[in-house]
Nanobody
Framework: QVQLVESGGGSVQPGDSLRVSCAVS????????MGWFRQAPGEEREFVAH????????IYSASVKGRFTVSRDNAKNTVFLQMNSLKPEDTAVYYC??????????????????WGQGTQVTVSS
């Protein structure tokens, strides 16, 4: 059974940085494209970033491009989301997800088979 566990969330001030991690177990991590999504209070869950199986291809949403960086360590079965220049509108629960069928990754939620439980990121002064 594939399990994803996010960590690293917290409360920070605008302009700060934070890195969230997602550890994957129970499957072959290098065979999954990985995605990050987020859900703010009262909002639908939205795509943030995805990374290909090998890590060489990344895609970002317009709202985070240039501020966030997704990476992965296939030796440690972990995917990361480095978030810089955080804004109050980045406040959300952040979820990682695994897609076993895509080589490059996708922004579509329905393409991801496995999901973590989420980690809260709060940006407030």
């Amino acid at each position: 059974q594939v399990q994803l566990v996010e960590s690293g969330g917290g409360s920070v001030q605008p302009g700060d940085s934070l890195r969230v991690s997602c550890a994957v177990s129970g499957g072959t991590f290098r065979n999954y494209a990985m995605g990050w999504f987020r859900q703010a209070p009262g909002e639908e869950r939205e795509f943030v970033a995805h990374i290909s199986r090998g890590g060489g291809n990344t895609i970002y949403s317009a709202s985070v491009k240039g501020r966030f960086t997704v990476s992965r360590d296939n030796a440690k079965n972990t995917v990361f989301l480095q978030m810089n220049s955080l804004k109050p509108e980045d406040t959300a629960v952040y979820y990682c997800a695994a897609d076993p069928d895509s080589l490059l990754g996708t922004s579509r939620e329905n393409d991801y088979n496995y999901w973590g439980q989420g980690t809260q990121v709060t940006v407030s002064s």
